[in-house]
């Protein structure tokens, strides 16, 4: 037997299942029966290939191969408009919905805050004393100004972390 050969895991893999030409086969079980610790190694690939086998096996979809058939034609071409059944990427807009409503909040909170009639033309004795909000305190403090717009900015990178990550699982 040849001193430099070298018994890897991919060659046990294809030794176990039947890839080998027959040199190869060869030189494996003299390697095999020279070294019982490699042995060991292609038992334990064995049982691993009988648990794989015992695994029941789900039936695809209907229009599974479509998909794939749609999706192989799109890749082939470079052209991804091809594919069909391509699902929205709804948490895009969800991002999108989210910055809007930050975006819009200050300014719907402006106009319902903000008086509907002059104040000059009614009485002070008719007026109510409500407690007032000190909305330029609020809005003007370092919190608001820099706090929201990055938690905000945090939110919408978390949610996209996530929708990657799942699409990406999707995809294996």
């Known amino acids: 037997m040849d001193n430099n050969f070298l018994l890897t895991d991919d060659m046990l893999w ?7 030409a027959r040199e190869e086969k060869m030189q494996v079980d003299a390697y095999l029966s020279q ?76 106009i319902v805050s903000a008086p509907t009639v002059s104040t000059d033309i009614i009485p002070a004795e008719y007026i109510p004393q409500a407690p007032a909000i000190p909305w330029v305190k609020i809005f003007t403090s370092p919190i608001m100004r820099f706090g929201m717009p990055l938690t905000l900015l945090f939110f ?8 990657l990550q799942q699409k990406k699982m999707s995809h294996l």
């Not at 294809?14 to 080998?20: K, M, S, V």
């Open 14 to 20: 294809d030794y176990a299942d039947g890839f080998l």
């Open 35 to 110: 070294n019982p610790e490699h042995r060991s190694r292609l038992d334990a690939i064995l049982a691993e290939k009988r648990a794989f086998s015992a695994l029941p096996l789900d039936r695809p979809k209907a229009g599974f191969a479509d998909l794939v058939m749609a999706a192989w034609v799109a890749e082939q071409s470079g052209n991804p408009s091809l594919a069909t059944n391509k699902g929205k990427d709804w948490i895009i807009y969800c991002i999108a919905a989210a910055m809007g409503f930050f975006i819009l909040l200050p300014i719907v909170l402006i």
């Open 156 to 163: 919408c990178f978390r949610f996209l972390d996530q929708y």
